[in-house]
DNA sequence: CGATGGCTTGAGGGTATTCAAGTGACGTGG
DNA sequence: CCACGTCACTTGAATACCCTCAAGCCATCG
């Protein structure tokens, strides 16, 4: 579906890529992109594919996997509104290198990678908001890597719905889990059982509830306190 | 120490930042670029210290970790010659996101980030082969963070060797572990107690043998058989 | 109503960790 | 030259944590 130029502009001006950028930049893009409705399961590309597009999300919630040769699914990151993805393929002889499905029912813009490329060939301050982007990127798979070494399952859970409440949390607090249990524990990478348990220990050491999936922190500081010490970054932790 | 011009060309041409740039980039870095030696153990800047320079690993090996707040250390990733690091300063701030500590004695060169930051605004293919390494970074993490949810011990020390093999691997094949077996281990995410109980399971299941640092692996194939099944990508895996 | 999928709970097993002891290599100082 | 301490590494025993397998619950939907 085609947008309205303001429509496309203001959406891009909501993702980080696009945010501070001037029309210069935005009109080309807002031009050529493209809007799609996409319900939950559906596969948006696949690891190894010929890529087209890069992707912004609009809502909804998206999720990037591999498959290892055996038959099993890595989760590598489960991306919200805002976020951009399939970006990587323009550096990787325009293959993807991941999967990418919906998991929560998405609104998505679809912006071609030529466009991308052709842009950061033009455009220093574009380029390096594109490098901004990525570094920030490699921060937050640091901060996973260190996560899955130093902290146990509900310190995970405990720093998911941290990461959740956003950094101006105060207590007590309501909120509802964005996706599936399910895919949260794989991407807290954790199995389900694993997740449904460490929930429950979370619940010993700190005071919330939880009903499927509307959940109530009482004390947001008490859960920094059993989740953050066992982790290098400093509480608030913006990104999801 | 101050290079010689054409000594730091060809430092810098060896570097995967700098292999396929032409003079017009060279020539500036080469200018600014100073040689240091430094033995094992040295710190070479810390986490969220004011940043100055970035680094090329000319040799030797170089440890980049961050550490928790109840005092433990993640090791993020362990580089050597032709790698860069310290870069990422330039767009957090201009304050390391880690430590870097010499692991092996090393030569580096020390490039200004502000250098940098003007080559990449004046020169789009400097920017974009930037952002090329950055991509492949990416990838490498989400690698590495896919072996620690599929692979067991066994397999991820495995897989280590195989990279240590480098692409062109023919059985047999002798080699030396680069660094100490306690940091291969915590490199890897696990205890050296479990590297050495994982370097006696691997030699139950395949044909090789240790002593110290020198490693012989009579059947590379036999080796990728063990591990490589439990990941998503396809052997060789050229980089450590 | 039965089927399905998401989630939970229990029992049992496996893998990695902790704690502890011990070996061997290396460097220092007597 | 040897005694000693240190450090890297190994090994054993006991434990903790997470996973697998299995059963069952509950809500949704055809």
Not at 60 to 68: A, D, I, P, Q
Not at 201 to 210: E, F, G, Y
């Amino acid at each position: 579906m085609i947008l309205s130029h303001p429509d496309a502009v203001a959406i891009l001006r909501k993702s980080e890529l696009f945010a501070s950028q001037s029309m210069d930049i935005l009109d080309p893009f807002a031009e050529q992109a493209r809007f799609h409705e996409m319900p939950k399961g559906t596969i948006i590309f696949s690891h190894e594919q010929s890529a087209e597009h890069f992707y912004i999300i609009v809502s909804g919630w998206v999720k990037l996997s591999r498959e290892t040769l055996d038959g099993n699914e890595a989760v590598i990151d489960v991306l919200h509104s805002g976020h951009m993805f399939g970006e990587l393929a323009l550096f990787e002889n325009m293959q993807y290198v991941c999967n990418a499905e919906v998991a929560e029912d998405a609104e998505l813009l679809f912006l071609p990678l030529h466009l991308l490329d052709t842009m950061i060939a033009s455009h220093h301050d574009f380029a390096r908001q594109l490098l901004h982007v990525m570094s920030s990127t490699r921060v937050k798979r640091d901060k996973e890597l260190e996560h899955r070494d130093m902290q146990s399952a509900a310190q995970r859970i405990g720093c998911f719905l941290l990461r959740l409440c956003g950094a101006d949390a105060e207590s007590p607090l309501q909120l509802y889990l964005p996706y599936d249990k399910t895919l949260i524990a794989s991407r807290l990478g954790m199995k389900p059982e694993t997740f449904s348990r460490g929930l429950a220990t979370l619940r010993k050491h700190v005071d919330l509830t939880i009903q499927g999936a509307a959940l109530e922190i009482k004390d947001v500081e008490q859960l920094t306190a059993y989740t953050c010490n066992a982790c290098s970054f400093t509480y608030p932790c913006e990104d999801l």
